[in-house]
């Protein structure tokens, strides 16, 4: 299959040379080109716009950074939708409004073709190892189609119906780990202050009732002064945004993920550390 890819940034690329990896054509756009060489060099196919990458594909993925920039990679004047033929599939996998992710499926549909909202958890480490959870909203029938492709690159995939519900399962995910992600900073605060060796807090905790993935995955590279992105602080305070201003519309007075958001708005807003990943949230306090 003849496989579009638009957006390849830290998880992007990953996902690209798994889908390289299990036989697929890939064409790939990327808003610096430069991110797309190593891509091209092992086979890819750069475009030089959404719109062409739509017309030499059969199914168009996207993973961009705002919803902005869906905004303009699915409906901009050279974008996939200016050259996406009828019967042809797109699946936005950025995290985004569940509102927008409705939005393109209803063009879609109108216009003869076919659409899915499909976001991740996992992180860099889950792009490259394949084991993304990935959450699909859209059709069926289309969900059904994709999936193999989903397996590629993900371990779990769920389907949550219409258009839109992934992304508020997504949503649902965010709230879960600005928990733990504030929890394993103050966690981190705590042990150095109890004068606690941290590694023998870390091998402890991750094997009884504390255990998760951030913690895990994130501790480590805190440990290290590593604060290269596996997720960017800045990507994820837009979802903890979103997520806050669909639970407004729901009613819902999420107090600890609100938080959550104002400690990011300082990371992000305050201090200019947008650009490290999600556990440079340590670096504020």
């Known amino acids: 299959m003849k496989i579009g890819w638009i957006g390849t940034g830290v998880m992007g690329a990953a996902m690209v040379q798994n ?24 086979g890819a196919v750069w475009a030089a716009s959404p719109a062409e990458v739509a017309q030499q594909s059969d ?15 699915y409906f901009g004047e050279t974008g996939i939708f200016a050259g996406l033929a009828k019967g042809k599939t797109v699946v936005d ?7 927008l992710a409705a939005k393109i ?7 003869g073709m076919h659409a899915l909202d499909a976001p991740v958890s996992g992180g860099d480490i889950g792009a490259k190892n394949a084991t993304l959870t990935i959450m699909v909203g859209g059709d069926v029938t289309t969900y059904q189609a994709m999936l193999p492709l989903f397996n590629v690159i993900g371990h779990k995939v ?21 928990g733990t992600m504030t929890g394993l900073t ?66 819902l007075d999420l107090v600890a993920t609100a938080q959550a958001k104002r400690l990011y708005e300082v990371m992000v807003d305050v201090k200019g550390l947008g650009d490290q990943g999600t556990q440079g949230l340590i670096n504020i306090y």
């Not at 996998?93 to 509102?99: W, Y």
Request: no cysteine.
């Open 19 to 42: 889908l390289m990896a299990a036989g697929h054509q890939l064409v790939v756009y990327n808003r610096t080109k430069r991110k797309t060489d190593n891509l091209v060099a092992q």
């Open 59 to 73: 199914v168009v993925f996207t993973m961009v950074g705002f919803p902005k920039d869906v905004e303009g990679v």
């Open 93 to 99: 996998m950025t995290t985004s409004q569940p509102k």
């Open 105 to 111: 499926a209803a063009y879609a549909t109108a216009h």
């Open 158 to 178: 769920n389907h949550f119906g219409a258009a839109g519900t992934g992304q508020h399962a997504k949503m649902a995910n965010q709230i879960m780990i600005a």
């Open 186 to 251: 103050e966690m981190l605060l705590y042990t150095k202050a109890a004068g606690l060796d941290p590694q023998k807090v870390l091998a402890t905790l991750s094997s009884g009732g504390a255990d998760n993935w951030s913690m895990e995955n994130y501790v480590p590279r805190i440990l290290k002064d590593d604060y290269t992105p596996g997720f960017f602080a800045r990507h994820f305070l837009k979802d903890l945004r979103i997520a806050l201003s669909e639970a407004d519309a729901m009613g």
